[in-house]
């Protein structure tokens, strides 16, 4: 039997405190402080951000040990986000494994927010398959939207990106013209369930085959709304179903063009999808309904997996481990950390 080897992860990067403690693969607490301060003002306040991570992680790394039944004394290394993300929001989780490593005297392992999203596929949960080397992956999330080339755990390569918005910002934006909270991408999902998705064309930004834009869309959503407004002011309220899920049809329309595109450019088949986006059941199916039309094999995260977690940085943090690749004591913070 393999020995116990605990390791605590630690998410700060944007508006989730989050502590997960991992044991060889398998998560044994996840603990997501999800900030609603957010909410009444439709995006991310990073000044609040910073102070609502202060406040909350202590009680949730202290909620994660406990729910993994273990002390602290126990944990063999802290795995924490070094960017990309808020720096304000970056600097809590940071300086805090960085103390209580030290307090503890055990290793301390940085980690790549984007990354973790990739390698999340890697914990060892039931209802989630583990992609084999070389795999295509589309990390879409409320800051990224990247088609990366994952050669190892840490041989990535990005070969597409988004030149503007995110598709999670996207969603976020369009819900927000549509009277919707932050962050609207969940809803836009829920009430795409009752739609028609074919209502209202909206057209698929035109840039290189492997980029992505998202800017386009968002204005073209605004004027689309506005003019049918100005004819009909219960528009949006009537027919909210039929406009999500049109949206949401040309958003994931859009991501499966691009994952084609890379397919034919790489000749890799395997997809794993990963991000908060990647808990979109229009995105979700289309992937699933790709095994069946074009033979792809692809990797879809469990729920707790997607947006943003800790249990994400734990396995990094084993990965690492086993490699012995550790931080040095005075690692900082990083907002645009690359791979
Ligand atoms: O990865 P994540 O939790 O945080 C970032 O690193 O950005 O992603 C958050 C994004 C938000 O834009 C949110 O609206 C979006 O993921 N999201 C969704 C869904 N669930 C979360 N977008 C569409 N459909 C969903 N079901
Ligand atoms: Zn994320």
Redesign the pocket.
């Known amino acids: 039997m393999k020995q116990n080897c605990y390791i605590l992860g630690i998410e700060s990067?944007?508006d989730d405190t989050a502590a997960a403690v991992i044991n060889n693969g398998h998560i044994l607490s996840n603990v997501v402080a999800t900030q609603k301060i957010h909410e009444e003002y439709g995006g991310v306040v990073p000044e609040l951000a910073s102070r609502a991570h202060q406040k909350n992680i202590v009680p949730v790394v202290h909620q994660a040990l406990r729910k993994a039944n273990i002390d602290k004394k126990d944990l063999k290394a802290i795995a924490f986000t070094r960017g990309p993300g808020l720096m304000g929001a970056l600097l809590v989780g940071t300086s805090f494994s960085k103390s209580l490593a030290l307090g503890l005297g055990i290793p301390l392992i940085d980690v790549n927010?984007?990354q973790a999203?990739i390698l999340a596929h890697f914990i060892k949960a039931d209802g989630q398959t583990t992609p084999s080397f070389p795999f295509l992956a589309l990390t879409i999330?409320?800051?990224?939207t990247q088609i990366v080339k994952v050669t190892n755990y840490f041989e990535m390569e990005v070969i597409g990106q988004t030149i503007d918005d995110a598709v999670g910002e996207a969603f976020d934006k369009s819900a927000k013209i549509l009277g919707l909270p932050y962050p609207g991408g969940p809803l836009i999902d829920k009430y795409a369930k009752d739609g028609n998705p074919k209502a209202y064309p909206f057209t698929k930004p035109k840039v290189g085959p492997l980029d992505f834009s998202f800017s386009g869309l968002k204005t073209a959503v605004l004027y689309f709304i506005e003019r049918e407004t100005a004819k009909n002011p219960n528009f949006v309220a009537e027919n909210r179903a039929d406009i999500c899920a049109s949206l949401q049809f040309t958003i994931v329309d859009y991501l499966m063009d691009k994952l084609k595109n890379a397919v034919k450019a790489t000749g890799i088949t395997e997809i794993a999808i990963g991000?908060?986006v990647s808990a979109n059941s229009g995105i979700r199916k289309a992937l699933s309904d790709a095994e069946t039309s074009y033979g792809w094999k692809t990797h879809v995260p469990n729920f707790e997996y997607c947006?943003?977690n800790a249990a994400m940085i734990a396995i990094v943090g084993q990965l690492k481990y086993e490699e012995g690749q550790f931080a040095k004591s005075d690692v900082v913070a990083s907002a645009r950390l690359k791979f």
Not at 141 to 144: E, L, P
């Open positions: 990067s944007c927010h984007m999203h999330s409320g800051g990224h991000g908060g947006t943003d």
